[in-house]
């Protein structure tokens, strides 16, 4: 967690790509990392999650894992395109972060690596998942932490379909999770 703010505020003078991995690195303990390295995903699915449409895109099942550091937040969302032509997630902002991110995990020799996501396409009759461990959103430096309880809203921007908002709730870690960012 030290190394993560101290890498968050020099990210700050820097690059925006240091930037992103600082909180990348930070959020490793609160479910950021590959699913070989992460703390184990939610045993049971949030009680709550949130979900919205526009055009031909659905998302459902949205949740954000209560804050571990203070520096980062992940999304997690299920997007299906119910059209016929290919759509494409271009940006998602919030109210909650100055700056929402698209990331994927890749994994190399050195370890894991997050890669930022310019955007996200959608194939026709497909479906597009963030899930823990793999492709993410991340909230960069909320200006509030985010607490279980809370809501947040999400703005997703598509190219067809248009911008899609939703209220998405603050789940808690499950105890594992709990206990190892604690540690
Ligand atoms: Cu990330």
């Given amino acids: 967690m030290i190394l993560s703010r101290n890498g968050v505020r020099a990210g700050r003078a820097g690059p925006p790509l240091m930037l992103v991995a600082a909180g990348c690195a930070g959020l490793l303990l609160a479910g950021c990392g590959s699913s070989a390295t992460a703390p184990a995903a939610p045993t049971m699915a949030p009680a709550a999650t949130g979900h919205g449409a526009a055009g031909a895109i659905r998302v459902a099942g949205a949740y954000i894992p209560q804050q571990a550091s203070p520096d980062v937040a992940a999304a997690y969302l299920d997007i299906t395109n119910t059209g016929d032509t290919t759509d494409a997630l271009t940006t998602v902002t919030s109210p909650a972060a100055p700056t929402v991110s698209m990331h994927d995990d890749t994994t190399t020799g ?16 497909s479906s597009a998942r963030f899930t823990v461990g793999h492709r993410h959103l991340m909230l960069m430096n909320p200006p509030h932490l985010l607490r279980q309880g809370q809501t947040v809203m999400l703005s997703l921007h598509f190219a067809r379909a248009g911008e899609l908002t939703m209220a998405v709730p603050v789940v808690g870690f499950t105890a594992p999770a709990t206990a190892r960012a604690s540690a």
């Fill in 110 to 125: 050195d370890g894991e690596a997050m890669v930022p996501l310019a955007a996200l396409a959608v194939p026709a009759h």
